[in-house]
């Protein structure tokens, strides 16, 4: 449920539960004294007297007086006609008052003997009867309101009749108290209510979240919180899945990283001291004078030489590296023509591959026209990275590496094979990433970073280009990488 609909039902239970529940008690506490009002005598109680005033209860006793008065002056007989005095009584028993009619000092009638009992002793004598029509005694003790009219019986004896009437009979002490009491209670029970309805519907839920962020803290991101509430509960629930999962790749991507910038770290460690320690050991051959003949002097050079070239690469390469994951790799572009570009290309690694036993084939299949924009130096990378990777996982005795470019109409398609080891069909889809070896025991022996076929993908792509393998076990690899020809935009003549 949303704040804003929990802030109006809220604000209903507030209103609407405690005038039901004072309403209620109402009821109940007026139906219980009315009760104990008709053991008083009073037979036909309502609740019409809970909200009788002084004025209202004067004016019904003085219409009474008035219409007994009219009585008195048409047919004084009637007063002494038990029949009469009981329809009289019946008639305002419901008004909460009653009629008492004394004889001498005796009662004649009375409509509520309970209550005549008590206040007897107090009634008037003979003859106090006021003059003035709409005055009454009250006795605030007792809380009755009383008119009297004075008469003669037949037999000469002095009668007077009372009109005696309870004023605010329910609205006492009693009735007060109760009612305060009954509305605290009630107060009492609705702020219980809203109180547990608000702790589970806000304060749990934001409780368990409070949890569940000390777990993220302490680096515990697999705590998770079910995701049944709705409205802003919800969103925040939602919100924390969706920020731990992310924190936990993030986290075990970091991981991941920093052990393979350990396993980079330990293969570029491996891979430098093997050239560092050729170049030693034929540095210190010429210190000794073991290449004593211009012929193993011109040998141990070269060979220093081509072992500082390694090193050269394996530097670039970490520099290429770090560059990928800051995106900054830095490009040249221009138009390159094909043949031109991937001849020289083809006879500058044809040279190492010969002294390595390894047969080249080249094939250009592209108009000798045909331009592309690229970086020269990172598409000679590329080629560098494939082909070294070729040598890398060369297992045949007569190693054979195939170079073709084809026309692809709008784009050429650039195919490099060899004839090596190959790769599972369950690795191909993989040696693009970063750090992943085919085979981790025999890069130990041969070297190699895994880093050089992730720098190839990136550089094409950031060509605008797409590269793929295909492969068969035993048989060997291709790598198949496709990069769009540049055309010039032809304005049309007039």
């Given at each position: 449920m949303k704040f804003r609909t929990r802030l109006w039902v809220t604000f209903a239970i507030m209103v609407i539960i405690p005038l039901v529940l004072t309403a209620a008690a109402f009821i109940i506490i007026g139906t219980f004294l009315m009760r104990g009002q008709r053991l008083n005598g009073f037979t036909e109680i309502d609740y019409s007297t809970i909200s009788d005033?002084?004025?209202?209860?004067?004016?019904?006793?003085?219409?009474?007086?008035?219409e007994l008065l009219f009585q008195l002056e048409k047919d004084p007989a009637a007063f002494e006609s038990q029949e009469y005095l009981e329809s009289v009584s019946g008639s305002i028993n419901k008004k909460n008052s009653y009629i008492l009619v004394r004889k001498d000092e005796e009662i004649f009638y009375t409509g509520n003997t309970k209550a005549a009992e008590q206040i007897w002793d107090r009634l008037p004598a003979y003859g106090q009867s006021t003059t003035e029509k709409r005055t009454g005694y009250y006795f605030s003790e007792l809380q009755k309101y009383v008119k009297q009219l004075d008469f003669v019986f037949s037999d000469g004896s002095q009668g007077s009749l009372f009109i005696i009437t309870r004023v605010n009979s329910l609205i006492a002490r009693p009735l007060l108290i109760d009612m305060v009491v009954a509305i605290i209670g009630v107060l009492v029970f609705t702020s219980f209510l809203l109180t547990q309805w608000i702790h589970r519907g806000v304060f749990e839920p934001i409780n368990q979240l409070n949890i569940a962020m000390r777990k993220i803290k302490d680096g515990n991101f697999d705590y998770r919180l079910s995701n049944d509430s709705k409205g802003e509960i919800g969103d925040l629930y939602r919100n924390y899945e969706d920020m731990r999962l992310r924190l936990k790749e993030?986290?075990?991507?970091?991981?991941?990283?920093?052990s393979q910038n350990r396993e980079l770290i330990s293969n570029i460690s491996h891979d430098l001291k093997t050239p560092i320690t050729a170049i030693k050991g034929y540095v210190e051959g010429i210190m000794d004078g073991v290449a004593d003949t211009p012929e193993k002097m011109d040998k141990y050079i070269k060979t220093v030489y081509n072992k500082a070239n390694d090193m050269d690469r394996l530097i670039n390469e970490l520099t290429i590296y770090s560059?990928?994951?800051?995106?900054?790799?830095?490009?040249?572009?221009?138009?390159?023509?094909?043949?031109?570009?991937?001849?020289?290309?083809?006879?500058?690694?044809?040279?190492?591959?010969?002294?390595?036993?390894?047969?080249?084939?080249?094939s250009n299949l592209v108009s000798p026209d045909t331009m592309i924009i690229a970086d020269p130096e990172q598409m000679k990378r590329v080629i560098s990275n494939i082909i070294s990777n070729s040598i890398k996982y060369m297992d045949k005795e007569k190693g054979i590496i195939d170079i073709r470019i084809l026309d692809e109409v709008d784009s050429i398609r650039v195919e490099i094979e060899d004839n090596g080891k190959g790769i599972a069909p369950k690795d191909l889809s993989n040696i693009f990433e970063r750090f992943y070896r085919t085979d981790a025991s025999r890069n130990s022996s041969t070297?190699?970073?895994?880093?050089?076929?992730?720098?190839?993908?990136?550089?094409?792509e950031d060509h605008g280009g797409y590269i793929w393998a295909t492969s068969k076990e035993e048989e060997g690899t291709c790598?198949?990488?496709?990069?769009?020809?540049?055309?010039?935009?032809?304005?049309?003549?007039d």
């Amino acid at each position: 449920m949303k704040f804003r609909t929990r802030l109006w039902v809220t604000f209903a239970i507030m209103v609407i539960i405690p005038l039901v529940l004072t309403a209620a008690a109402f009821i109940i506490i007026g139906t219980f004294l009315m009760r104990g009002q008709r053991l008083n005598g009073f037979t036909e109680i309502d609740y019409s007297t809970i909200s009788d005033s002084m004025e209202t209860v004067g004016a019904q006793t003085q219409a009474l007086y008035e219409e007994l008065l009219f009585q008195l002056e048409k047919d004084p007989a009637a007063f002494e006609s038990q029949e009469y005095l009981e329809s009289v009584s019946g008639s305002i028993n419901k008004k909460n008052s009653y009629i008492l009619v004394r004889k001498d000092e005796e009662i004649f009638y009375t409509g509520n003997t309970k209550a005549a009992e008590q206040i007897w002793d107090r009634l008037p004598a003979y003859g106090q009867s006021t003059t003035e029509k709409r005055t009454g005694y009250y006795f605030s003790e007792l809380q009755k309101y009383v008119k009297q009219l004075d008469f003669v019986f037949s037999d000469g004896s002095q009668g007077s009749l009372f009109i005696i009437t309870r004023v605010n009979s329910l609205i006492a002490r009693p009735l007060l108290i109760d009612m305060v009491v009954a509305i605290i209670g009630v107060l009492v029970f609705t702020s219980f209510l809203l109180t547990q309805w608000i702790h589970r519907g806000v304060f749990e839920p934001i409780n368990q979240l409070n949890i569940a962020m000390r777990k993220i803290k302490d680096g515990n991101f697999d705590y998770r919180l079910s995701n049944d509430s709705k409205g802003e509960i919800g969103d925040l629930y939602r919100n924390y899945e969706d920020m731990r999962l992310r924190l936990k790749e993030s986290t075990e991507e970091k991981l991941q990283q920093e052990s393979q910038n350990r396993e980079l770290i330990s293969n570029i460690s491996h891979d430098l001291k093997t050239p560092i320690t050729a170049i030693k050991g034929y540095v210190e051959g010429i210190m000794d004078g073991v290449a004593d003949t211009p012929e193993k002097m011109d040998k141990y050079i070269k060979t220093v030489y081509n072992k500082a070239n390694d090193m050269d690469r394996l530097i670039n390469e970490l520099t290429i590296y770090s560059g990928i994951d800051n995106n900054r790799i830095p490009y040249h572009f221009h138009r390159i023509n094909v043949a031109d570009y991937f001849g020289d290309c083809v006879e500058e690694v044809g040279v190492e591959l010969e002294s390595k036993n390894i047969e080249l084939n080249y094939s250009n299949l592209v108009s000798p026209d045909t331009m592309i924009i690229a970086d020269p130096e990172q598409m000679k990378r590329v080629i560098s990275n494939i082909i070294s990777n070729s040598i890398k996982y060369m297992d045949k005795e007569k190693g054979i590496i195939d170079i073709r470019i084809l026309d692809e109409v709008d784009s050429i398609r650039v195919e490099i094979e060899d004839n090596g080891k190959g790769i599972a069909p369950k690795d191909l889809s993989n040696i693009f990433e970063r750090f992943y070896r085919t085979d981790a025991s025999r890069n130990s022996s041969t070297g190699g970073n895994g880093i050089g076929l992730s720098i190839v993908k990136k550089i094409v792509e950031d060509h605008g280009g797409y590269i793929w393998a295909t492969s068969k076990e035993e048989e060997g690899t291709c790598l198949h990488f496709v990069i769009r020809k540049y055309k010039e935009q032809r304005k049309d003549a007039d």
